[in-house]
């Protein structure tokens, strides 16, 4: 079992519909990034959080440390979202001063006009 | 701004060629990585450094080696590249400790027939 699952793994949404990501990991983590792909390759850091709640414009994290449970939504969805985004955690006691993170393997999203 | 250059965006190589992949950044990140991307396997990292001349084994790094012989400059050899080396690989920096975001190039799509 992957330290960190995502779901779901593909997603297809009307444009302005509210969208939630999942992701759940299973080992103790210090910090948790949502990245974002978009077609091409390029990835972006969108967030990184280790409690509570951040919100950037539309996008929103939240994380549940208890429950090792962490959800992007994305609000007013628009064609241009369409990206794959990834989960990934920087485990607890990583070596070299928390350099390593785990990664997902993504949330393939597409907004449809 | 942030700027990770990946030299090529597609590459192809035949079996049994030294393939060099080179990441330049201009921002004086002490660390960079070297991360493999495969379909439902996700990011995994490959080799990092958080120093000229030092370097660290990721989780794969059988079959590649690292050279970073200036700050700015990390390199991806394969030694003798193989066909499941086939593979998209990112380059990121990270400026300091493990609670900074990664920054990521565009990466390359690297075929090997």
């Known amino acids: 079992k992957n330290e960190v699952e995502q779901s779901p793994q593909n997603l297809t949404a009307q444009e302005g519909e509210f969208i939630t990501i999942n992701c759940s990991y299973s080992?103790?983590?210090?910090?948790l990034h949502w990245l974002q792909q978009h077609p091409g390759g390029g990835i972006v850091s969108l967030f990184m959080?280790?409690?509570g709640k951040k919100k950037h414009g539309r996008l929103i994290a939240t994380i549940n440390i208890q429950e090792k449970h962490s959800s992007l939504h994305i609000t007013a969805s628009h064609p241009r979202d369409s990206a794959v985004y990834i989960c990934?955690?920087?485990?607890?006691?990583?070596?070299?001063?928390?350099?390593?993170?785990?990664f997902g393997g993504g949330t393939r999203l597409m907004v449809k006009p | 701004d942030v700027k990770v250059t990946q030299s090529s965006r597609y590459l192809v190589k035949r079996t049994g060629e030294k393939v060099f992949l080179e990441c330049v950044q201009d921002?004086?990140?002490?660390?960079m990585f070297w991360y493999r991307q495969d379909p439902g396997l996700g990011l995994r990292l490959i080799y990092f450094?958080?120093?000229?001349?030092?370097?660290e084994k990721g989780d794969i790094p059988e079959g590649y080696s690292v050279s970073r012989e200036k700050k700015e400059r990390f390199s991806l050899i394969l030694e003798s590249a193989s066909t499941n080396q086939t593979s998209m690989y990112l380059c990121?920096?990270?400026?300091?400790?493990?609670?900074?975001?990664?920054?990521f190039g565009d990466g390359t799509r690297l075929s090997i027939l």
């Open positions: 990121a920096t990270r400026n300091g400790g493990g609670g900074q975001p990664q920054h």
């Open positions: 080992v103790g983590i210090s910090a």
């Open positions: 959080l280790s409690s």
């Open positions: 990934a955690v920087r485990p607890w006691g990583t070596r070299n001063a928390g350099n390593m993170l785990t």
């Open positions: 921002m004086d990140h002490e660390n």
């Open positions: 450094s958080y120093d000229v001349k030092m370097k």
